[in-house]
């Protein structure tokens, strides 16, 4: 996700998108664990780099979550 995007994104749609991602971050890990397979890495990388996007605007935006 760009972070254009992000920005043009209200509060709550950002914590609502920040949610979703964490627990598909979980998710994916639990799957990466299970199976052995590396190729998710990079999904998973550009998981954690999104949701720090997530959390920098909302603490720009004086939001707690």
């Known amino acids: ?3 254009k995007e992000l920005r043009a994104m209200s ?5 609502g998108k920040l949610q979703q991602l964490t ?3 979980s998710i994916e890990k639990r799957k990466i664990a ?3 397979v590396q190729s998710k890495k990079v999904k998973v ?3 954690r780099r999104a949701r720090a996007q997530i959390l920098t605007l909302l603490k720009e935006k004086g939001v707690s979550n």
């Not at 509060?11 to 914590?15: D, P, Q, R, S, Y």
């Open 34 to 36: 299970a199976t052995g």
């Open 23 to 25: 627990l598909d971050l």
């Open 45 to 47: 990388r550009e998981m």
């Open 11 to 15: 509060a709550e749609m950002l914590k």
């Open 1 to 3: 996700m760009r972070i």
